[in-house]
T-cell receptor
Framework: AQSVTQLGSHVSVSEGALVLLRCNYS??????LFWYVQYPNQGLQLLLK??????LVKGINGFEAEFKKSETSFHLTKPSAHMSDAAEYFC????????????FGQGTELSVKP | GAGVSQSPSNKVTEKGKDVELRCDPI?????LYWYRQSLGQGLEFLIY????????KSGLPSDRFSAERTGGSVSTLTIQRTQQEDSAVYLC????????????FGQGTRLTVV
């Protein structure tokens, strides 16, 4: 079975500050890991994904995440927050045979203060 | 089409009525997924299709929920005898194949049962 825990349902940062959204996973098989972003009244957009290979993954809009197997973590970071980053962020896990079937975390709402 | 299209975008129905939600995936995508997003439960996997068959229906919450896909394209999610707890946003996604790791999401159908 697979599961995802996102620490913090709400995170608030100042514009220009570091963004850190935490995600821990549980998986009995090598996981595929994802971060999705959802803007109000819109669907989900893929930010980045880890499948195999390099553990530091770069995505769109300046975000990156690092897969740490020993810590079962896949935290999302961005060096400098922009107002446009305000949205809800979802971490998700899947297995290699059903890559598109995703198990999501509860989501973290990111607020960016001017 | 250019993206995953869902209709209607909003649906208000009376308790006990049946509803049908439609998903038109990206052309050529063989895998199609339904998810439900609600305040209490977050994002939940419901069912996926590979072609016209549904190998995994494990997420359907009750026998009032069913889905079909015809012609390897459009899918319909049907909820019979709707209950207030069915109120949620129903999201559809598609990918090139089930093993593919990037699923593209539609904007969802917001269902309100009154």
């Amino acid at each position: 079975a697979q599961s995802v825990t996102q620490l913090g349902s709400h995170v608030s940062v100042s514009e220009g500050a570091l963004v850190l959204l935490r995600c821990n996973y549980s998986s009995s098989v090598p996981p595929y890991l994802f971060w999705y972003v959802q803007y109000p009244n819109q669907g989900l957009q893929l930010l980045l994904k880890y499948t195999t290979g390099a553990t530091l993954v770069k995505g769109i809009n300046g975000f990156e995440a690092e897969f740490k197997k020993s810590e079962t973590s896949f935290h999302l970071t961005k060096p400098s927050a922009h107002m446009s980053d305000a949205a809800e962020y979802f971490c998700a896990v899947s297995d290699g045979n059903q890559g598109g079937k995703l198990i999501f975390g509860q989501g973290t709402e990111l607020s960016v203060k001017p | 089409g250019a993206g995953v299209s869902q209709s209607p975008s909003n649906k208000v129905t009376e308790k006990g009525k049946d509803v049908e939600l439609r998903c038109d995936p990206i052309s050529g995508h063989t895998a199609l997924y339904w998810y439900r997003q609600s305040l209490g439960q977050g994002l939940e996997f419901l069912i996926y299709f590979q072609g016209n068959s549904a190998p995994d229906k494990s997420g359907l919450p009750s026998d009032r929920f069913s889905a079909e896909r015809t012609g390897g394209s459009v899918s319909t999610l049907t909820i019979q005898r709707t209950q207030q707890e069915d109120s949620a946003v129903y999201l559809c996604a598609s990918s090139l194949a089930i093993q593919d790791t990037e699923a593209f999401f539609g904007q969802g159908t917001r269902l309100t049962v009154v």
